[in-house]
């Protein structure tokens, strides 16, 4: 008697689910936006999702590709989806997506028309590939550079040794977000970037408004600029961003739109349906 094979998506092994394993809900999600298998290509052996689901484990904790609890499936074939799905821009593409379907979910249009700019050194590790020295908050490693909608959601980032001036850094991820989102008009900046105003105006017809620092003594919460420190937060509640533990700057790049991808899925599974 013949019997179909049942294919990798619907045919999982039972197990008992991980804090950073996506619900149900969460897949239905992310799965329309995934590769389609081709008709007349190799059955896959493993279910898109629990690759996903381990991806995101290594997320959260931080952990080695090798130090996937084996109930997973085997670590080097994660690792490889997960390199194939970088180097294709597949995560920058969910991430978007998702944060499009975030924002009209929150009453807002999908395409920000103002954002954030700011940037965040991190330390690497012996892991290797570029680096640098930020003398001025004194780190060894890397520097992300982001810039955000006014509610902190990541538009465009971008990775590079650290010791890059923030000016120079900030050209390359505003040039990065108006291609990704040409409605974009004004963007808020520290000072640190009062050099790139012009430009911005000229080249990529963006006005920056410099935020000034409070003359008042003490700690106080910068108007507007308050929303892309707080994406800087979320990203330290991965533990794999808590430093730079990438050979490459587009490793570093991918992780932080994982990141927004398990951020957006988790609010937008709590109103679907």
Same mark, same amino acid.
């Given at each position: 008697? %013949? /019997?179909?094979?049942?294919?990798?998506?619907?045919?999982?092994?039972?197990?008992?689910?991980?804090?950073?394993? *996506?619900?149900?809900?969460?897949?239905? *999600?992310?799965?329309?936006?995934?590769?389609?298998?081709?008709?007349?290509?190799?059955?896959?052996?493993?279910?898109?999702?629990?690759?996903?689901?381990?991806?995101?484990? /290594?997320?959260?904790?931080?952990?080695?590709?090798?130090?996937?609890?084996?109930? %997973?499936?085997?670590?080097?074939? /994660?690792?490889?989806?997960?390199?194939? $799905?970088?180097?294709?821009?597949?995560?920058?593409?969910?991430?978007?997506?998702?944060?499009?379907?975030?924002?009209?979910?929150?009453?807002?249009?999908?395409?920000?028309?103002?954002?954030?700019?700011?940037?965040?050194?991190?330390?690497?590790?012996?892991?290797?590939?570029?680096?640098?020295?930020?003398?001025?908050?004194?780190?060894?490693?890397?520097?992300?550079?982001?810039?955000?909608?006014?509610?902190?959601?990541?538009?465009?980032?971008?990775?590079?040794?650290?010791?890059?001036?923030?000016?120079?850094?900030?050209?390359?991820?505003?040039?990065?977000?108006?291609?990704?989102?040409?409605?974009?008009?004004?963007?808020?900046?520290?000072?640190?970037?009062?050099?790139?105003?012009?430009?911005?105006?000229?080249? *990529?017809?963006?006005?920056?408004?410099?935020?000034?620092?409070?003359?008042?003594?003490?700690?106080?919460?910068?108007?507007?600029? $308050?929303?892309?420190?707080?994406?800087?937060?979320? %990203?330290?509640?991965?533990?794999?961003?808590?430093?730079?533990?990438?050979?490459?700057?587009?490793?570093?790049?991918?992780?932080?739109?994982?990141?927004?991808?398990?951020?957006?899925?988790?609010?937008?599974?709590?109103?679907? %349906?």
């Amino acid at each position: 008697m %013949f /019997v179909r094979k049942k294919s990798a998506d619907t045919a999982q092994k039972p197990r008992k689910p991980y804090p950073s394993d *996506l619900s149900d809900v969460e897949w239905l *999600l992310i799965e329309p936006l995934m590769p389609v298998t081709r008709p007349r290509g190799q059955e896959r052996i493993h279910a898109y999702r629990e690759i996903v689901n381990a991806i995101l484990y /290594v997320l959260k904790t931080g952990c080695g590709w090798e130090y996937l609890p084996h109930d %997973f499936p085997p670590w080097s074939t /994660v690792a490889e989806y997960y390199r194939q $799905w970088r180097d294709s821009g597949l995560w920058k593409r969910i991430a978007d997506a998702l944060r499009e379907a975030d924002r009209e979910d929150a009453g807002r249009d999908g395409e920000p028309t103002a954002g954030l700019l700011d940037s965040q050194s991190v330390k690497t590790t012996e892991r290797g590939g570029n680096r640098g020295y930020d003398a001025g908050k004194k780190v060894s490693g890397r520097k992300r550079h982001i810039l955000t909608d006014t509610d902190g959601r990541v538009l465009a980032r971008v990775v590079h040794e650290a010791d890059v001036q923030d000016p120079a850094g900030a050209k390359e991820v505003l040039r990065q977000a108006k291609a990704a989102c040409p409605q974009l008009a004004l963007i808020w900046a520290d000072q640190i970037y009062r050099s790139v105003v012009s430009w911005a105006q000229e080249t *990529l017809d963006l006005v920056v408004e410099i935020v000034e620092k409070s003359p008042l003594p003490g700690f106080h919460i910068s108007p507007r600029r $308050w929303a892309v420190e707080r994406t800087f937060a979320w %990203f330290g509640k991965n533990r794999r961003l808590s430093k730079d533990y990438e050979y490459l700057e587009e490793s570093s790049e991918a992780w932080i739109d994982l990141s927004m991808i398990r951020l957006f899925v988790r609010r937008l599974a709590r109103t679907a %349906f």
